[in-house]
């Protein structure tokens, strides 16, 4: 740490630059129009030096934080020493701008003080369309960027606090959502232009050069902690393997293939091996990666720090170019969301064998992302939007949680009176799946349904979701996770959907897509989870009688556990291992889909 700066002082000063971050975050929060911005909150905030370092960062999605260091020393390379008081700069382009995928609108203003450049505020916030082939920006069937929609290089929103129209006019012709588009970023604009105030009030606290040495003490302090973290961890090399499912009707696995390797107090992160990228638009550009690598090593440290760019001097990341990691431009990446999960789950799976009682079985893969489009009779359109969240895996202490974000993610699930408000369709279920997760002495989280009925003549259904054919893995003797399916129901028939469309779905009046979520690993074999437990899950209705019995071979009877029958049972399914299939066959029942010809691929991934 710096000699010149004392601990308490240090501390306070985060705070202050944290308060700083978060009230950019309720400034949007508070002002956009869209829902996925406003009910999903899917955005992020930060706060800069005059480097260009990420000092502090909101309370909002991992997926995006690791990024801002990309973004910022594109900002920098572009336009450094040329800067002016009152300049917002906009920019989305993965290839020419340190993006990650078009929907991901970087809105960031210089901070100066007496005509010195002090810091940067910035936001980063998903929008709803962008244009391009597919409603949302994110059709997996995208297969190189040009199809995505609007490419936005490095360009001054605001040149000395005046507002380049033309840029404005622009984004605004290429969206199917012009209203809730421009709301959203007229509200990074101010929560810019309040974050500046903020920062401004800051830094006169100080004083410039204080101020800057602060900066460098923070990052110093981030770095000292995590390096000490680190090197309590064993020195080795831990690897592990997951997979996306793949797109379309017949998709072939997709490999992640990650090392992670500990030398005294550094850990590399390396990529090798995991797959070219694909001909669809779930590449993820390399912001994402280094970002979903930050974040898994935050998460198997499991340590408080300050949420600034120093630690990651700890961390290094390797990516093959052209790999779907770090893919050769013009490579399609508006639906790279699904990759970051998948990400994180790999990552969490190698941690598992460095710090086993920290690390969960696979969470559900992520948010699953439905675009429902159309126009009305009024040829006003209409788009139903925001992910779908979650359940984690089961760990050594606890159950899965369920009902809430990925970890990954840290966003929320839409309330349906707002979609149903708002939006011409009819929330048909939203439920809890009954006999879904993976079982484990410590389950998985189970999975969610929800179901949306189209109330207009027709629209256009895309979905981007994961983790069917290769379930959420267990750890610990626990068993993977329930699949996913995406069925629609029309005129008293059923059509399952594929994982990934490679194509936008048809939808007509009356029609209801329903998405069954996967749910998360258990941890542990089922046959030694505590009796008591299982009676709660069944009288909560997440089990029923049967599958307590031929799974978990717990026997209720008259809402009471049978000790007696219970040990019997116990006993028998111990010795025969056929039993660890009766999930699966009680999970579609429950679902009342048959999938009798389906099968999943249970793949060894260590």
């Known amino acids: 740490m710096t000699s010149n700066v004392?601990?308490?002082?240090?501390?306070?000063?985060?705070?202050?630059?944290?308060?700083?971050?978060?009230?950019?975050?309720?400034?949007?929060?508070?002002?956009?129009?869209?829902?996925?911005v406003r009910d999903s909150m899917d955005y992020s905030t930060a706060v800069c030096d005059h480097k260009g370092l990420t000092i502090a960062q909101g309370l909002t999605t991992p997926v995006h934080l690791g990024s801002f260091p990309h973004a910022m020393r594109s900002l920098i390379e572009a336009y450094e020493g040329k800067m002016s008081p009152g300049d917002i700069f906009i920019f989305n382009d993965p290839y020419e701008a340190g993006g990650m995928h078009l929907p991901d609108f970087y809105v960031i203003k210089p901070v100066f003080v007496q005509d010195r450049l002090e810091g940067y505020v910035a936001t980063l916030a998903h929008q709803i369309d962008v244009g391009g082939i597919a409603p949302g920006g994110m059709g997996v069937f995208s297969q190189e960027i040009f199809q995505e929609g609007l490419r936005i290089p490095i360009l001054k929103l605001f040149d000395k606090g005046h507002a380049n129209e033309a840029i404005f006019s622009l984004i605004k012709i290429n969206t199917r959502m012009p209203d809730s588009l421009m709301g959203d970023l007229r509200a990074q604009v101010s929560a810019c232009t309040t974050g500046d105030k903020g920062?401004?009030?800051?830094?006169?606290?100080?004083?410039?050069?204080?101020?800057?040495?602060?900066?460098?003490?923070?990052?110093?302090?981030?770095?000292?902690?995590?390096?000490?973290?680190?090197?309590?961890?064993?020195?080795?090399?831990?690897?592990?393997?997951?997979?996306l499912d793949g797109v379309g009707e017949n998709p072939e696995p997709i490999k992640f293939c990650v090392s992670v390797n500990i030398t005294g107090n550094h850990v590399e992160i390396d990529w090798t091996g995991t797959s070219p990228q694909v001909k669809a638009a779930i590449n993820g550009p390399l912001p994402t990666t280094h970002a979903m690598s930050y974040l898994g090593v935050r998460c198997a440290i499991a340590t408080q720090m300050p949420n600034c760019e120093g630690y990651m001097r700890?961390?290094?990341?390797?990516?093959?170019?052209?790999?779907?990691?770090?893919?050769f431009e013009p490579a399609a990446c508006g639906a790279r969301g699904i990759i970051c999960f998948r990400m994180f789950?790999?990552?969490?799976?190698?941690?598992?064998?460095?710090?086993?009682?920290?690390?969960?079985?696979?969470?559900?893969?992520?948010?699953?992302?439905?675009?429902?489009?159309?126009?009305?009779?009024?040829?006003?359109?209409?788009?139903?939007?925001?992910?779908l969240m979650g359940c984690w895996g089961g760990n050594e202490s606890c159950d899965g949680m369920e009902g809430i974000s990925n970890p990954a993610a840290n966003l929320g699930n839409t309330p349906i009176e707002l979609l149903e408000s708002r939006q011409p369709i009819e929330i048909t279920k939203y439920a809890f799946i009954t006999n879904s997760g993976g079982p484990g002495s410590q389950r998985g989280g189970v999975a969610l349904v929800r179901g949306y009925r189209l109330l207009e003549e027709a629209a256009e259904l895309v979905v981007r979701s994961d983790r069917r054919s290769v379930p959420p893995y267990g750890l610990g003797d626990g068993f993977p996770g329930t699949p996913s399916w995406n069925v629609i129901y029309s005129d008293g028939n059923q059509k399952l959907l594929p994982a990934c469309p490679m194509e936008a779905v048809p939808m007509k009046k009356g029609d209801e897509f329903v998405h069954y979520q996967a749910g998360a690993g258990g941890y542990g074999d089922p046959l030694n989870r505590d009796p008591k437990k299982v009676l709660r899950d069944t009288m909560n209705e997440l089990f029923s009688l049967d599958y307590a019995a031929?799974?978990?071979?717990?026997?209720?009877?008259?809402?009471?556990?049978?000790?007696?029958?219970?040990?019997?049972?116990?006993?028998?399914?111990?010795?025969?291992?056929?039993?660890?299939?009766?999930?699966?066959?009680?999970?579609?029942?429950a679902i009342g889909v048959d999938f009798s010809n389906w099968q999943p691929h249970f793949i060894n991934k260590s």
């Open 6 to 36: 004392d601990p308490i002082t240090l501390e306070v000063f985060q705070n202050a630059l944290a308060s700083i971050a978060d009230e950019l975050a309720l400034v949007i929060m508070r002002s956009a129009y869209s829902n996925i």
């Open 199 to 243: 920062m401004i009030s800051l830094v006169n606290k100080y004083g410039g050069d204080s101020f800057r040495e602060h900066c460098e003490a923070l990052h110093d302090y981030a770095e000292k902690i995590i390096r000490k973290q680190i090197a309590e961890l064993p020195d080795g090399r831990y690897a592990y393997e997951d997979y």
């Open 314 to 327: 700890a961390i290094s990341v390797m990516a093959p170019k052209g790999s779907i990691v770090n893919p």
């Open 345 to 387: 789950d790999t990552l969490l799976g190698a941690f598992s064998q460095v710090v086993p009682d920290r690390i969960p079985a696979a969470n559900e893969g992520g948010s699953t992302a439905p675009h429902i489009a159309g126009r009305d009779i009024h040829n006003k359109p209409f788009m139903v939007s925001g992910g």
């Open 550 to 589: 031929e799974v978990y071979g717990v026997i209720i009877e008259n809402e009471l556990v049978s000790n007696e029958e219970t040990a019997k049972k116990r006993k028998i399914l111990r010795a025969d291992k056929s039993h660890k299939g009766a999930y699966m066959r009680h999970f579609h029942k």
